[in-house]
């Protein structure tokens, strides 16, 4: 049983105690926790040198000295030339009756597991927040072209991630146009013509934007439903683009209303870039400034391949075959 007078020194990792009867010898342990290697080593250097001199000390039977393991703290101690010791606050350790060491322990413990469930209850705070951010966002861009629309199912981090990845621009930018005409025909085409991204920005859509996200990390697929809302009302206005133009008897008016609508679809498309996922385009992104510069390249290339569009369909509506 534990003396009265009797003291250890105890720290904590997280919640996790460490208790010793020499303070260098826990300073050591928390050190090699918190990965600070500097000050691991000046720890151990103390304990070493005491250690020398108990053995020097025994080697010269000087039988009533100290055993060389004072109290006597280290903490403020200067951390070696050219090497920086990260200060952090798990180096704290106390002097601790041995008696009242279960006490503090559990004391220590409960404030721990306290501040802990205030940071989850914060982090929750915020997830919550920015659900409902991405929601009012994701509502007001689609309303830009559909002023009626309403999530038929809550649009929140379901879990789910993709084996593949999450691609920063949407897939479906690279055989847009080609499945637009098949749509119409209600058949493939297979017109022969190129689509109108090269194979380099077909490929790092593909391949290169891709990201993984963890389960534990906050990512909500809106792109998914922003993205293919436009792409529906899109394909309607060229549906009926390529119908005035191949139909007799339509006159300039109804073709220019025609043309004029997908215009303005496609232009707020490129606005809000409808199909570049954020979560995505941020992680991807991170603070690199190359990665900035490479997203923005491939981006405009989609940018102007949506602006562009009447160049692809001056091509194919001359070639498609209608149904009589």
Avoid at 263 to 281: G, L, P, R, S
Wanted: proline content about 2%.
């Amino acid at each position: 049983m534990a003396s009265a007078g009797s003291h250890v020194w105890v720290g904590f990792i997280e919640a996790l105690p460490v208790v010793g009867s020499v303070k260098e010898a826990v300073e050591w342990v928390l050190a090699v926790a918190a990965d600070d290697s500097a000050l691991a080593k000046e720890k151990l250097d103390v304990i070493n040198g005491r250690l020398r001199r108990v053995l020097k000390l025994k080697e010269n039977r000087c039988s009533g000295s100290s055993s060389g393991y004072s109290s006597q703290s280290t903490s403020g101690s200067s951390t070696p030339v050219g090497k920086k010791s990260s200060g952090l606050t798990a180096m704290h350790v106390e002097s601790i009756p041995e008696i009242n060491l279960m006490a503090h322990i559990i004391e220590v413990m409960g404030k721990h597991d306290k501040k802990k469930a205030q940071q989850s209850a914060r982090l929750e705070a915020a997830r919550t927040n920015e659900v409902i951010r991405v929601q009012e966002e994701t509502k007001r861009k689609i309303r830009q072209i559909n002023q009626n629309f309403e999530f038929s199912a809550p649009l929140v981090d379901d879990g789910k991630r993709a084996r593949r990845g999450e691609h920063v621009i949407n897939n479906d930018v690279i055989t847009f146009y080609q499945k637009t005409v098949d749509d119409f025909m209600n058949q493939q085409t297979n017109l022969g013509i190129d689509g109108p991204l090269d194979t380099d920005t077909e490929n790092s859509i593909m391949k290169e934007l891709v990201v993984h996200f963890d389960e534990n990390e906050l990512y909500i697929n809106a792109n998914a439903l922003i993205y293919g809302e436009f792409c529906r009302i899109l394909k309607r206005a060229l549906r009926q683009f390529l119908t005035v133009h191949r139909q007799g008897g339509r006159s300039q008016e109804d073709k220019d209303d025609a043309q004029n609508e997908v215009t303005h679809i496609i232009q707020i498309m490129n606005d809000i870039k409808a199909y570049v996922d954020h979560f995505a385009k941020v992680k991807w992104i991170g603070n690199k400034s190359l990665r900035q510069t490479r997203f923005e390249k491939i981006q405009q290339k989609v940018e102007t391949m949506f602006t562009n569009w009447t160049q692809y369909f001056d091509i194919v509506r001359d070639k498609l075959e209608f149904p009589a």
